[in-house]
Structures are given as C-alpha cells and as structure tokens.
C-alpha cells in the first residue's frame, strides 16, 4: 500500500510527465492572447517613397551584396546579414569608439521595426542602411566613395539613375566625407549645395536597400502554422503542434510573462528596457537607448531631416518628440522572437549562445543586475526570479523553436555564437 | 339720394382689427429679435458633452476640475491613437488659456509613454493628444495636468491595456 502511496505521489510530482492538455485549441482568454501574434503585413513606411518600387527593389538587392560598397571592397551588408543563415553571422560586433560588443540582429521581417538597431539610432529602414557602410568597425565606406563607385560602374549607374536621376559629377571632390567617423574639412569646405546633392545619393542608396530588405519577410513557421488552426478551428492541423511547445506557448503568456514585452505580430513591443543583463569583460558601460536617441537627433537621414519623404509624418513626429530620459540608460530594443533558432547568439551584446541559457537568465535571474541597481527601471516589478522548473524551461524553449522553421536549431548547435557566455 | 360709398370704407371691411394683427406681428419680431441678442450677449454656448463608450470622467486632485477623458475602447496595445476630452470648471470648459497636459506611464515597470505626447488645446475648448500609445500589456496611469496662469491640478485615472 505504501508503495502504491509513493509511486502516486511520485506520479503526480514527476516534471518529465506533466498533466495532458487535450484542449489543442486552447481556452477562450489564452487563444485569443496568442492571437495577437498573428503575423502582419509590413507595414507603410512613408518616409521612403521608392519602397514598392520595382527598379529599386532590384537595385537594392544588388546593391546589399556589393562589396564595392565598402572600404577595403570586401564587405556588404550580406557578408554579416547572411541569407543562408536566418540573415545573420552568428557573430557580435563591436561598436562606437568603445568597441562595445553589439550582436546582429537577423533582417527577417525586419520592415515590421518601429526603431532600428538595439539602441534604436535609426527610425527607417533606409536611414538604417546607411549606418554600416560608413562605421569604423563594420564596412568602412564612404559617401563620396559610393559616389564614385556607383558613377564609374556602368551597369549600376543607369539603374541608379532609371529610378532617382542624373547623378552629381564627380569633379573636384575630396577623398573622404568622414574619417573615423569625423567629417573632414574637405568636406566641411565643399558647398552646402553640393554637399546635399551628394548627401541625396547616399540616401537613395540606402532607399534602394531597405525597399529590398522590406521584401525579407520569415518562412512560415510551425507557430504560424498552430495559428492558423487556432483561426480556423481546425482541431487536427492544431493537433500537429508539439504538446511541449503548446505548453511553453501557455508559459509565455500566463506564468513567464514573456507576453508583456513580446508582443504583437514580431514578438517584441518595438520599444527599450534595461534586463539587468551584465556583459562581463567590459569597461565601458553601453548606454543603450540614451545614447541612441541622441545619435538619431543627431542624424540628418532621421524620418524629420531633409532626405526623408515625409517630413512631417507620424514617424517624423515620433523622432522629434523624443526625449533622452536618464531612466533610459542602458535600455535596448526588445528583439523580435520570430526565427529565433537560428539567430544565436542572444541578448543586445550576444553574450549568450543558447535559448536554454536565455530562458533561465529570465527563470533565475542569475548574472543579472538586481532589481534597482541600475541607471533605469528602478522599481521594476516584472524582472523578478519566476523559478520555472526543468520541465517548464524545456517547454518554453520548444515554444521559442517553434517560432522558426525545423533545421535552424540545428545550424545553431553547429555553428553557435563566437562569444562566450557571458553573465550566467 | 345716392350714397357715395368710399373704396376704402369697401375695402376695410375688417376695420380696425387688421391693424392690430399687423402691431401684434411686428411686436412678436421684435420680440424674437430681441431674444436673439439677449442669448447673443450670453456668450459662447456650452457645447454637448459626450459620455459612453471611451469616455471616463476624472476629478482633478482639490476637485477644481472635471475632465472628461477620450480613448478608443478598449485601448488598443502598442498602436498609436489621439486621446482627447474636455477640462470643465464648474460646468463650463476652461479658458482657451488654460494649459492641458496629458501623459501615462506604468509606475509597475517605472516607464512612461515610450514617445513623449504634445498636448494641443483645440478650437472647441477641447483637448487632444495625438500619438498615444500604450507599448506594453499591463495598468497604465494616465494623467491630465491642468494649468491656469499660477494654479495647477492634476487629475489621474487606470486604464488596463490587454
């Protein structure tokens, strides 16, 4: 009797068997939360005019993996945005005079991003574009070096010139616009009309990639799939979803609270917080959003500056009602979660190789800054420990695979990030 | 003997009562004339003001305002939308120089709007809000700062975003 006793109790305690759900559907509150991450349409970005353009998207897409582009020819946006692997390197990279470590983030479905970059120093895709083929540590370029290549090369200079017009000359112009990332008195000394003009083709180009990358949208993926048939009613295709990933789905929304953040259609409410993540080996503290919004003010290829088809627009008016909060330090976007198997390393600085590691940085806490410790969210309530148990965190984790197609987990195992994992 | 009878005996055949129905008429104008001015004198009117759905009324904090507040219902999550109301002091709009302002936050995750809002007072002594948006689930405090010349107040409601 005793045995029967214990073997009941160990039955019922047991993590590797947790109680069936039979519900595929799942109940009324909970379908209708999951719902919400319908996938979406890209949506209308107004400040490129050329984004639907066919010439332009073509042009982009030669363009992104033209290493002519860059300063040392070697480099194009494909070479760390790698379209066999989710669209990203599996790398970090270091930023800004401080070499901060920055991870890259995957392009899929990048148009749905309100922001751009972890710190947010982009509003458009275009404006985005832009960015790494001028840093010192990622394409080295130039503007007046794009200029060139793109007026001297004969193929890309009439399709340039089809979609956006003539071309400025090239005569009497200096070297280089900017060194290390300082514009030089050449350029300074250039009229301010012919620095526009210049300035003009720069930002086509950049219009020419993102009405590309507009068009990179994630393979359909089983979570998709699972919500269709949660759309449609349709008990036997819900049926084909694993139990494990329905039941990490539920953790997601309900217990994890992952929900509150990662939201809506790309899992992610688009906007800044600071996790309390600690890069270990690191002397510069990255400021994250504050700095990014001082970046973005800052930049003439903002939605609001001179180069942007609508000057006066919601997204025009997002970036000039910016504040730079001091509450904002060390915040960063919060990444999208679709196609995320293939995309490690994780977190703004990639120091983290697995979702397993991610998910029990959110359950545990460990390595993480305390609450209040840090420069913003003082008071925060939602970061506190969860303790999700061994059974709960490999659930959540087939949830978050189930957001990309079969085969990316693989590629991760394989290929893995180049950090080591840091703050765990 | 021949009676000279006068047109105008024939044609006044009512007499005297033709002409005070036309004092009567000419008094009534004048008296609608008169109505017209005096409501003229009495300023602008107090506009309808709506309530149902989407609308929630706030006291302000010493109770010197009423605000009557507009979000779409229900509020949607991360989706900009233009929040507006009106501000009444005793039952009339406040002056057009009075100063609104509107904001929310989450005092459970310490963050306010992720975009700052610009709060315009409109041509109907309204006021409105435009790119409001609530990026995260949760309770949100919504604010409406009351300002005329020295004296400011503040009203506060919750509205939870789903």
Known sequence: MKMILLWSLCSMWSPQDPQPDTDVLLDEVTRLQAMS??????????????????????????????????????????????????????????????????????????????????????????????????????????????????????????????????????????????????????????????????????????????????????????????????????????????????????????????????SGPLLSDGEFHDTGILTSGQRARDAGRYGGIQELQANPFRSSGEFSDDRSGSAARRTDQLRRDAALWGAFRTPSLRHLAGTSPYFHDGSVKDLRSVVRFYSMRQGARPPGAGHSHQGETLLATIRLNRQEEDDLVEFLNSLSVPGSRQEQQEEGGSQPSGGL | MIQHIDADQDGNSDGPGCLILILVLISLLLGLVLLFFIAGCQGTATPALPTGQGWKTIASGDGTYQVLLHLPDPAPLNQEFTASGWVLKGGEPISDDAVVHFDGGMPQHAHGLAVPVVTTRRPDGGFEAQGVRFHMGGRWLLTVDVEEGPHLERARTWVEIR
């Open chain 1, 37 to 262: 991450l319908q996938r979406i349409a890209a949506p209308v970005d107004r400040t490129n005019r050329y984004n639907d353009v066919p010439a332009a998207i073509e042009l982009g897409s030669l363009l992104f993996e033209d290493t002519g582009l860059s300063g040392d020819g070697k480099t194009s946006c494909a070479t760390c945005h790698v379209p066999e692997r989710d669209l990203v390197d599996g790398k970090t990279h270091p930023r800004g005079v401080n070499s901060i470590p920055r991870d890259t983030p995957t392009l899929h479905d990048i148009s749905g991003q309100r922001w751009l970059g972890w710190d947010g120093r982009w509003d458009s895709l275009w404006m985005q574009a832009l960015g790494p083929i001028e840093a010192i540590h990622e394409m080295r370029g130039d503007r007046l070096a794009v200029l060139r290549y793109l007026a001297t090369n004969e193929s890309l200079a009439k399709r340039y010139q089809q979609i956006f017009g003539a071309l400025p000359g090239l005569k009497s112009l200096p070297d280089r616009a900017f060194r290390a990332g300082v514009a030089t008195d050449p350029w300074l000394a250039l009229e301010a009309d012919r620095r526009r003009e210049i300035n003009r083709v720069f930002s086509n180009v950049g219009k020419a990639i993102a009405a590309y990358e507009r068009t990179l949208r994630g393979p359909i993926t089983p979570f998709d799939s699972y919500l269709d048939a949660l759309s449609s009613d349709d008990v036997e295709m819900a049926s084909l979803y694993p139990d494990a990933a329905r039941r990490g789905l539920q953790l997601f929304l309900g217990k994890a609270k992952c929900i509150v953040c990662h």
